[in-house]
């Protein structure tokens, strides 16, 4: 029998009136055939509240006793839904997180999902009741309650979805969907009808305010088709499935996202040798420091800079690992920016086409914003920008790709039925661990996964050496190198150092030289070309609220004497290119670092 997960959120559930439209929104499927079950978030601001009770107690409440206050939350909305819908004449039954066993890690706050044992939850939807599940809560092994962290239910609900099998998990809330930007910044952002998961994680400005990132995450790992909508509405709102049903026809750019609260470090004169920048990312993870850009370009006359972004909350912290780092490595100074924006640019499209970078360097170019800092993964092109220009900037290139007339595909919408993917389904005694069958399972469900380590050696580096740090430069190359019928991949351009700075991107082998002759006639310096390299790249689930990838890519690189020329990242990979010489081994060493199988 078919299975649905619904998942109602805090306005969602706010005061009786909108629990039993909820409750009415859950029996109409049931009416229909299915089984049902139903996750909740606390009403309204509760959880808000209870953080206020718990401070008003002591400024430093123990976090095993903040879980169990912040789980009574959902107990109360899980309890007042199954009376609701028991009064419209449908059984229900409803279950705290301890009652259907799901089992966490013990990092109370933060806890991650282990497992979850379906039996009480299959024999009650067996026997035609609707289930209804607390979200955000759970156990640890030794029966503590914790919880999945701030806005933990979607991560519930897409986790109950996964080890029930469920044809998909429904999240309603008070925004109808996912929309191409923030509305707020710009009011002609539109609602998208359907986004894949990685463009969802690699918008994740964009789609944390609207879902909690670590339950995309898990939604890609299982494959759970998410249907994202209004629940005071019948409209449908965003579907957020697997590449091959989000794929689209004639569009190359899905969504814009702006990352407001960055700031920027850089590493100046850090010498070019193995080992380098593990040990400067080693010293900023040692301090549990989350960094999100990375970019390093190539080395001039044995020394190069590191850039990277962290949250502006966590500057000052920041600066001072840094300095010590940077004394360490023998670098020349650090220098740093508070009011810097992340604007990118994600869209599937992006893989087979070429001059989306150039749009947006050119759209930003027109309105005379410079460009700091370049990063590229795929699907995505951030920029570093100015933070008081940032949403003139966003606004920009929202325009540049249409992103206002969304409906320019040419392909039909996604529907549950016409999907093309079949979704692995998990039996849960797979998720549980306690079969052998399909494959083994992952140590714990909500894990980090390293899903890949690639490695391409298809590919030459062009580098333009001290092209000015204006506003229109990269736009020009970039028009340049499209023109020329040429696919460009990596894109790395650091900050400048006295007005000057570099600008390096990869393209096809065969390619490089034209494209070096290309950019020649941009460039007042020099061009150099190195026909071929080796890009890196380690991919996974889980790196966006996952410390620590980086810093494990870079030291097995640095262990191996491996040069790391190139650094670029995104949010859910990150790319290095190294000399052609060392991929094999580079390739090799980055599988044994992730325990990853030979192809
Ligand atoms: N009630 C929790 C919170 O406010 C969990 C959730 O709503 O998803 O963060
Ligand atoms: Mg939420």
Redesign the pocket.
């Known amino acids: 029998m078919s299975l649905l997960v619904q998942k109602f959120?805090?306005t969602s559930v706010a005061d009786a009136e909108k629990i039993l439209a909820a409750a009415r929104r859950a029996i109409q499927a049931h009416q229909r055939g299915q089984q049902v079950l139903v996750v909740v978030?606390?009403r309204g601001h509760?959880?808000?509240e209870l953080v206020e009770m718990a401070k008003e107690i002591t400024a430093y409440p123990p976090a095993r006793e903040m879980d169990m206050l912040?789980s009574t939350?959902?107990q109360i909305s899980v309890a007042l839904m199954a009376m609701a819908i028991q009064a419209l004449g449908v059984p229900a039954i409803s279950f705290t997180g301890a009652q259907i066993g799901l089992v966490t890690d013990s990092f109370h706050t933060k806890a991650r999902i282990r497992n979850i044992s379906t039996d009480r939850m299959v024999q009650a939807l067996g026997e035609g009741k609707i289930v209804i599940v607390a979200?955000?809560q759970g156990i640890d092994e030794n029966y503590n309650i914790t919880?999945?962290?701030?806005?933990?239910?979607?991560t519930?609900a897409v986790a109950l979805a996964a080890v029930l099998g469920a044809d998909a998990c429904e999240i309603y809330t008070d925004v109808d969907g996912v929309y191409t930007t923030d509305p707020r910044v710009v009011p002609e952002a539109r609602k998208i009808d359907r986004i894949s998961y990685d463009e969802m994680l690699e918008l994740a400005s964009l789609g944390a305010g609207v879902m909690?990132s670590r339950s995309i995450e898990f939604a890609k790992k299982y494959d759970v088709p998410i249907h994202v909508r209004s629940s005071f509405s019948d409209a449908p709102g965003t579907w957020i499935v697997a590449e091959a049903d989000a794929k689209r026809l004639g569009v190359t750019v899905t969504g814009a996202a702006l990352a407001k609260d960055e700031a920027r470090i850089t590493i100046l004169g850090a010498p070019d040798r193995p080992g380098i920048v593990h040990s400067l990312f080693h010293t900023i993870a040692a301090n549990n420091i989350v960094v999100d850009m990375i970019v390093q370009n190539v080395a001039t006359e044995g020394t190069t800079e590191v850039s990277f972004t962290v949250a502006t909350g966590d500057l000052a912290e920041t600066i001072l690992a840094a300095e010590a780092a940077a004394k360490a490595i023998g670098a020349q100074a650090v220098t740093h920016k508070a009011e810097v924006a992340k604007v990118s640019v994600v869209g599937l499209g992006m893989r087979t086409h070429t001059g989306v970078a150039t749009m947006m360097f050119e759209a930003l170019a027109l309105e005379g914003i410079n460009i700091e800092m370049i990063t590229t993964s795929e699907i995505k092109i951030s920029v570093l920008v100015d933070r008081p220009i940032a949403a003139e900037a966003l606004r920009a290139v929202h325009r540049a790709f249409g992103l206002e007339g969304w409906e320019n595909s040419v392909e039909a919408p996604f529907t549950l039925e016409k999907s093309r993917v079949r979704t692995k389904r998990l039996t849960a005694d797979a998720v549980n661990g306690s079969s052998a069958t399909p494959s083994t399972p992952p140590p714990g469900m909500e894990e980090l996964v390293i899903s890949g380590v690639e490695l391409d050696e298809s590919q030459g580096r062009v580098t333009l050496f001290d092209v000015p740090d204006q506003p229109g430069y990269a736009g020009r190359v970039f028009r340049k190198i499209a023109e020329a019928g040429i696919f460009v991949d990596m894109i790395v351009q650091n900050i400048s150092t006295s007005g000057k700075t570099h600008l390096s991107f990869t393209v096809p082998s065969g390619s490089a030289e034209r494209a070096a002759e290309v950019a020649k006639g941009e460039g007042p310096g020099k061009v150099s070309l190195e026909p071929k390299i080796a890009k890196l790249s380690v991919l996974g689930v889980g790196m966006r609220t996952h410390t620590g990838v980086a810093t494990r890519m870079f030291g097995a690189l640095a262990a191996k004497g491996i040069n790391i020329a190139l650094i670029n990242t995104s949010e859910v990979r990150i790319n290095v290119a190294t000399d052609s010489s060392r991929g094999r081994e580079a390739l090799q060493c980055l599988r044994e670092t992730f325990a990853l199988p030979e192809e």
């Not at 919880?147 to 979607?154: E, N, P, Y």
Request: no cysteine.
């Open positions: 959120g805090g978030s606390a509760t959880t808000d912040l939350g959902e979200g955000f919880t999945l962290g701030r806005g933990g239910s979607d519930t909690h």
